[in-house]
């Protein structure tokens, strides 16, 4: 088992930023790639950021491409999304998660491709 938990979300006014962290239990998380997903309500869940573990490069949507920025600290198995210009369409439950090693799927975008997921943390833009 490998818990994941999210901290960091909130109320913030459109234009602020909020710092969004994911700890990791578990010894595979430096040798994991990680992302980050979103769920507005009754909207399917959507990709929003990625990073593998070798380079680490990074993957985002293009709607928050340039406004966010996914980091990770492997010595603290620590996984963060800095938000910053935050859009009232922002908001949603946002939800850490940890790439599957052996999943067919190789698109970062889709859910299929990770094995654990967090139990997510409330970001809400207000305008």
């Known amino acids: 088992q490998v818990p994941l938990a999210e901290s960091g979300g909130g109320l913030v006014q459109a234009g602020g930023s909020l710092r969004l962290s994911c700890g990791v239990s578990?010894?595979?998380?430096?040798?994991?790639?990680m992302a980050w997903f979103r769920q507005a309500p009754g909207k399917e869940r959507d990709f929003v950021a990625a990073?593998?573990?070798?380079?680490?490069?990074?993957y985002y949507a293009d709607s928050v491409k340039d406004r966010f920025t996914i980091s990770r600290d492997n010595a603290n198995n620590t996984l963060n999304l800095q938000m910053n210009n935050l859009k009232p369409e922002d908001t949603a439950v946002y939800y850490c998660?940890?790439?599957?090693?052996?999943?067919?799927?190789?698109?970062?975008?889709?859910?299929?491709?990770?094995?654990?997921w967090g139990q997510g943390t409330q970001v809400t833009v207000s305008s």
């Open positions: 998660v940890k790439d599957d090693p052996l999943s067919y799927y190789s698109d970062y975008a889709d859910t299929r491709r990770y094995d654990y």
């Open positions: 578990g010894r595979t998380f430096s040798k994991s790639a």
């Open positions: 990073i593998d573990w070798s380079t680490p490069r990074t």
